[in-house]
């Protein structure tokens, strides 16, 4: 073949390649980690073992400012519908069992907006948006198909809260996998789903894990990893995160013995700070999970794959959960919708570009008198927090050393709240100056952002428990159909 054949063979091959990258919508891989610490990830705290999540971070982007909600329903409504809480009633902590109440069926989700473009959707995981009817559950709001539960937490091994199952395969109770832990049990049915995709058709796959939420269980293997960490919570929560990265790692290997990894754009994150009264750590932000300082809202959080251009780097943007909705979309090379809270970002992940959000609200709950004023803002580099903004205050290191005990070893200092708190957050992100007495002016702009946005604060969706909830009458299985 002469070189003028083979230039033309050369362009033909490319164009071929130009046209499929054209016509393939990237798969989407949108992994949640629940009550996952800021310093609970081994690029950022050596102690911790997590190669895989490690290595998707390197080659990826770490976002440094991307905000969560500080509880599990409320950031998971911001997820899947775009929205902020206070928007659409899902502000006040969790959604727990027995209260008749989902996120409202009027708020379109990330995988119907996906299915739109021609997405197979299947998830994997933990709900917690509802399920007291059966258009409240997954496989009504978007989902082909769901493997996993409804609720809040349970066992890792019997799936059950008390004596009562909350596992499913799609709309079915799964009893047979009883004794299984659950990471193990989400990697093989992430990956059957790769296996048995039709690759003619782009991939999203909703894997939000148990892991790494309480109970505090993990299989002894895991456990075994960490025997330099004398304190057996830490120890056990450690495993229970390179569980986690062990089921990631699976993943990633089915999505490239399928060859569907170099088009996979992969998202992380976890959905609120860690919890410090079960072994996480945020160190060395202040506060945790159920607060609105920044270690119960700042998350660990990073993006991997098709179509990001510059990597190996790490991401200050200001982003807000609800803004991951949007930044999916248009990486589907959707349109995103401009009705919702969230913004896309994409353009400027991928190009490392600055962030186009200038604020966000971190909560506004006023249900019961103990949260009543609890607000919280951030416009550009101030954060201004006003009411009680959640317990436990102060910063932590992880407890590695400790055998018995306060899980709260190695407090550094910890302060009474005072009504208004002002911070720089670009200059103090750990919280240490308060500058709400210094700089009134800045407090007075910040308050009458607050102010707007309260106006917009629909009531909590947070009825009284419901008997009718209860398994007994569902066969011993928390079941949808009671509201
Ligand atoms: C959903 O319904 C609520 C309550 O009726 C309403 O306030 C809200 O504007 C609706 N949102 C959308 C997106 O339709
Ligand atoms: C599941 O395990 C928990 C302990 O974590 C126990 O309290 C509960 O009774 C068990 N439920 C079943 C159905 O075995
Ligand atoms: C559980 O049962 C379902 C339905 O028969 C089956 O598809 C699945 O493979 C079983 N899983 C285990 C772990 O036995
Ligand atoms: C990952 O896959 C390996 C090999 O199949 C298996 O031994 C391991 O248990 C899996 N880990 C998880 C968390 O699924
Ligand atoms: C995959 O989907 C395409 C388009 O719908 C169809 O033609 C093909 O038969 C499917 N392949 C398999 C293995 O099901
Ligand atoms: C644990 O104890 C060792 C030895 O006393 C000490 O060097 C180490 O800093 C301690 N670790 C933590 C996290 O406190």
Redesign the pocket.
């Given at each position: 073949m002469d070189s003028e054949m083979t230039e033309k063979y050369i362009l033909v091959f490319l164009s071929i390649l130009v046209s499929c990258e054209a016509t393939q919508r990237p798969n989407i891989v949108f992994i949640v980690a629940d009550d996952l610490g800021w310093n609970d990830v081994g690029f950022r705290n050596p102690n911790m073992k997590t190669p895989n999540i490690d290595k998707l971070a390197a080659e990826g982007i770490i976002f440094e400012s991307a905000y969560v909600q500080p509880y599990c329903s409320p950031s998971r409504t911001a997820f899947m519908s775009g929205m902020f809480p206070f928007k659409v009633g899902m502000q006040h902590k969790v959604l727990s069992r027995v209260q008749p109440a989902c996120v409202p069926l009027n708020y379109t989700f990330l995988p119907q907006e996906l299915k739109k473009l021609g997405y197979a959707t299947h998830m994997i995981g933990k709900w917690h948006l509802g399920f007291c009817k059966w258009e409240c559950t997954p496989t009504y709001r978007g989902f082909d198909s769901f493997f996993g539960y409804y609720g809040a937490e349970e066992d890792y091994f019997n799936h059950s809260v008390g004596a009562f199952l909350d596992y499913r395969?799609n709309e079915l109770p799964?009893w047979?996998?009883t004794g299984?832990y659950s990471a193990y049990t989400f990697a093989r049915k992430a990956v059957d789903v790769i296996n048995q995709h039709n690759v003619s058709q782009p991939l999203f796959m909703y894997l939000p894990y148990q892991s790494v939420h309480a109970p505090i269980e993990v299989p002894e293997k895991y456990f075994n990893m960490y025997p330099n960490v004398l304190n057996h919570g830490r120890r056990t929560f450690s495993g229970m995160v390179s569980a986690l990265d062990d089921a990631v790692g699976n993943v990633t290997k089915a999505l490239k013995e399928k060859g569907l990894f170099e088009n996979t754009l992969i998202l992380f994150t976890t959905d609120n700070g860690g919890p410090l009264e079960n072994n996480a750590n945020n160190w060395p932000l202040r506060g945790g999970k159920h607060t609105i300082w920044e270690g119960g809202t700042r998350g660990t959080s990073l993006m991997y794959g098709a179509g990001l251009k510059k990597t190996k780097t790490t991401y200050n943007g200001m982003m807000h959960a609800v803004d991951w909705k949007p930044t999916l979309v248009s990486a589907a090379g959707g349109t995103p919708d401009r009705s919702i809270d969230g913004m896309t970002h994409w353009e400027s992940i991928r190009n490392g570009l600055p962030s186009s959000r200038t604020e966000f609200i971190y909560n506004l709950d006023d249900f019961e008198p103990a949260t009543e004023g609890h607000a919280g803002i951030r416009v550009g580099d101030y954060k201004l927090l006003m009411g009680y903004p959640g317990a436990p205050d102060g910063w932590y290191k992880p407890n590695m050393n400790r055998t018995r005990g306060d899980v709260f070893d190695n407090l550094i200092y910890l302060k009474g709240d005072s009504p208004v708190h002002l911070y720089n957050i670009r200059e103090d992100p750990t919280e240490h100056n308060d500058l709400a007495a210094k700089m009134t002016d800045m407090v007075d702009k910040l308050r009458t952002r607050i102010d707007y946005y309260r106006k917009q604060m629909v009531p909590a969706l947070f009825p009284p428990p419901d008997p009718a909830s209860f398994p007994k009458q569902f066969g011993n299985v928390w079941s949808p159909g009671w509201c």
């Open positions: 395969d799964a047979n996998y299984e």
